[in-house]
Nanobody, 110 residues
Framework: QVQLIESGGGLVQAGGSLRLSCAAS????????MGWYRQAPGKQRDLVAV??????TNYADSVKGRFTISRDGTKNVYLQMTSLKPEDTAVYYC?????WGQGTLVTVSP
């Protein structure tokens, strides 16, 4: 049984920063790819950033240069978000293979 627990969401003004954390528990020795997705109200869930063991990262065009994904071993993944914009407002989900976290809300005010 694998659980992903996100933290770090909240309310921030435009131009501000937040750091999301995701901690995985359970046996996830086979998971090499962890990442973050987000879902805004009325929209589909989209990829924000992904990191694979070996250091390969991929970002959505809308966050390149502003967001940074990082990992701490195989069980923790982080998303540093800077220069936040109102359009970044969404529920952010941690993903590891077939597993998903419960989501953490990020709200960016104008």
């Amino acid at each position: 049984q694998v659980q992903l627990i996100e933290s770090g969401g909240g309310l921030v003004q435009a131009g501000g920063s937040l750091r999301l954390s995701c901690a995985a528990s359970g046996t996830i020795w086979s998971i090499t790819r962890m990442g973050w997705y987000r879902q805004a109200p009325g929209k589909q869930r989209d990829l924000v950033a992904v990191d694979t063991i070996g250091g390969v990262t991929n970002y959505a065009d809308s966050v390149k240069g502003r967001f940074t994904i990082s990992r701490d071993g195989t069980k923790n993944v982080y998303l540093q978000m800077t220069s936040l914009k109102p359009e970044d407002t969404a529920v952010y989900y941690c993903n590891a293979g077939i597993y998903w976290g419960q989501g953490t809300l990020v709200t960016v005010s104008p």
